[in-house]
């Protein structure tokens, strides 16, 4: 199974989510683009979060120096996204977590976006973290990945409850709710331990 991650917006909690997917699945973890921060990238924070031994940690297709969009970011390393060479890892039959880079329409260059790295074997996994417009920020992804049939396996609420937001999103795209991430005073092994256990039983019933 593939489970490609992705948010409603930069900065809503898709690391940690893809940390604890990973843990409870003991999948593989690759994030394809990466942009910024490459001595502390999503890569070295989800394997710092991780426990169980079985998961292999794949080497980006980009890793760009700037944090900002990808397709700045390669145009400040002097260099243009294909597409085409972000090839899945070889040889891995386990589980594979993809993490995207911000939403689904951040632009890699000037005709790809996120949404465009995602393959029809692939499960899309939405976090959606609580703040003014994420609403239609959230429905606005969902109705996306619908009219480009790319199946949604479901969605990670990250941060404190709102059930007011949760129910509208809930009851107007009838998607799959996978559970929520708590506003946590931090993240550490432990944490993402306990959190998959949580989320396994239905991950495992993705399949």
């Given at each position: 199974?593939?489970?490609?991650?992705?948010?409603?917006?930069?900065?809503?909690?898709?690391?940690?989510?893809?940390?604890?997917?990973?843990?409870?699945?003991?999948?593989?973890?690759?994030?394809?683009?990466?942009?910024?921060?490459?001595?502390?990238?999503?890569?070295?924070?989800?394997?710092?979060?991780?426990?169980?031994?079985?998961s292999?940690?794949?080497?980006?297709?980009?890793?760009?120096?700037t944090?900002?969009?990808p397709?700045?970011?390669?145009?400040?390393?002097?260099?243009?996204?294909?597409?085409?060479?972000?090839?899945?890892?070889?040889y891995?039959?386990?589980?594979?977590?993809?993490?995207?880079?911000?939403?689904?329409?951040?632009?890699f260059?000037?005709?790809?976006?996120?949404?465009?790295?995602?393959?029809?074997?692939?499960?899309?996994?939405?976090?959606?973290?609580?703040?003014?417009?994420?609403?239609?920020?959230?429905?606005?992804?969902?109705?996306?990945?619908?009219?480009?049939?790319?199946?949604?396996?479901?969605?990670?609420?990250?941060?404190?409850?709102?059930?007011?937001?949760?129910?509208?999103?809930?009851?107007?795209?009838g998607?799959?709710?996978?559970?929520?991430i708590?506003?946590?005073?931090?993240?550490?092994?432990?944490?993402?331990?306990?959190?998959?256990?949580?989320?396994?039983?239905?991950?495992?019933?993705?399949?």
């Open positions: 199974m593939k489970l490609f991650i992705t948010g409603i917006s930069t900065d809503v909690g898709k690391t940690v989510a893809s940390a604890i997917i990973t843990e409870a699945l003991e999948a593989d973890y690759w994030k394809p683009v990466q942009a910024g921060d490459l001595e502390n990238s999503d890569t070295h924070k989800v394997r710092s979060y991780v426990s169980n031994e079985k292999v940690f794949h080497k980006n297709s980009y890793a760009l120096n944090p900002a969009s397709h700045l970011a390669a145009e400040l390393d002097g260099i243009t996204i294909d597409i085409n060479q972000i090839k899945l890892p070889e891995t039959n386990e589980h594979l977590v993809i993490e995207g880079a911000g939403g689904i329409f951040v632009p260059n000037s005709t790809d976006m996120v949404i465009d790295l995602i393959q029809p074997d692939y499960k899309v996994v939405v976090v959606s973290r609580h703040y003014l417009g994420s609403i239609n920020h959230t429905l606005l992804t969902i109705e996306a990945l619908q009219n480009r049939k790319i199946e949604i396996a479901g969605i990670v609420f990250s941060g404190d409850e709102n059930l007011a937001t949760e129910t509208i999103i809930l009851n107007k795209t998607v799959n709710y996978l559970g929520r708590e506003q946590e005073p931090y993240f550490d092994k432990n944490v993402i331990k306990e959190y998959a256990e949580r989320f396994r039983e239905k991950l495992l019933g993705l399949q």
